[in-house]
């Protein structure tokens, strides 16, 4: 099973941006980020994947469509989660997550549906106030 470790987190302003690192003692073609509030229910965040082609494919929740954008790095088998115009409303503890080498759709679905994940990470606290 991948090791996944987080780091970038911290406090900010709304509107601020931070960016969020995850390193793999692996790799996974299928890799994305959940996050979650206090008394909340975890979520996914955003899902990135990489093809047989090698490019890679991503796909964003609706609400941080267009302020997150998800990258990785193959060659270090490492993850971001670049973060703009920050909320309240995004504070949470960010999850780097593993889903595995299935296809895209499976993939996609793995996160959307909170199933079959293969590894998560410990957790990096993000806090965006007002």
């Known amino acids: 099973q991948v090791q996944l470790v987080e780091s970038g987190g911290g406090s900010v302003q709304a509107g601020g941006s931070l960016r969020l690192s995850c390193t793999a003692s692996?790799?996974?073609?299928?890799m994305g980020w959940f996050r979650q509030a206090p008394g909340k229910e975890r979520e996914w965040v955003a899902v990135?994947?990489?093809?047989?082609?090698?490019?890679?494919?991503?796909y964003y929740r609706d609400s941080v469509k267009g302020r997150f954008t998800i990258s990785r790095d193959n060659a270090e088998h490492a993850v971001f989660l670049q973060m703009n115009s920050l909320k309240p409303e995004d504070t949470a503890m960010y999850y780097c997550v593993a889903g595995g080498n299935m296809g895209w759709e499976k993939c996609r679905r793995s996160f959307v549906v909170d199933s079959l994940l293969d590894a998560w990470g410990q957790g990096t606290l993000v806090t965006v106030s007002s």
């Open positions: 990135i994947y990489t093809g047989d082609t090698g490019g890679d494919s991503t």
């Open positions: 692996g790799y996974s073609k299928c």
